[in-house]
């Protein structure tokens, strides 16, 4: 793999994180690939690692997907798919 990087977004403007560019895409098709699949209750990612973590909170910034309001444990969904 080639060692081009990204640095992730943060929603509070705080400092994102640097992370090699293919393990950011890869984990983004996952993440998108299972919300393309969910319903409008979204979808809770159980036991989140730290990287994996930026990588949900950089799609959110990017509006790539939503958390569900309200919800607890927390759920996540593509835009535009509630009910």
């Known amino acids: 793999m080639n060692d081009e990087r990204t640095m992730t977004l943060h929603p509070e403007g705080k400092a994102g994180v640097n992370i090699e560019r293919w393990k950011h895409d890869r984990v983004r098709a ?8 969910a319903d409008a209750e979204g979808v809770r990612f159980r036991n989140v690692r730290g990287g994996d973590e930026n990588d949900l909170i950089d799609l959110e910034v990017r509006d790539e997907l939503e958390r569900v309001s309200k919800v ?3 759920r ?3 835009p535009g798919n509630a009910t």
């Open 30 to 37: 996952v993440i998108l690939g299972v919300l393309a699949n």
């Open 72 to 74: 607890s444990p927390q």
């Open 76 to 78: 996540v969904r593509v």
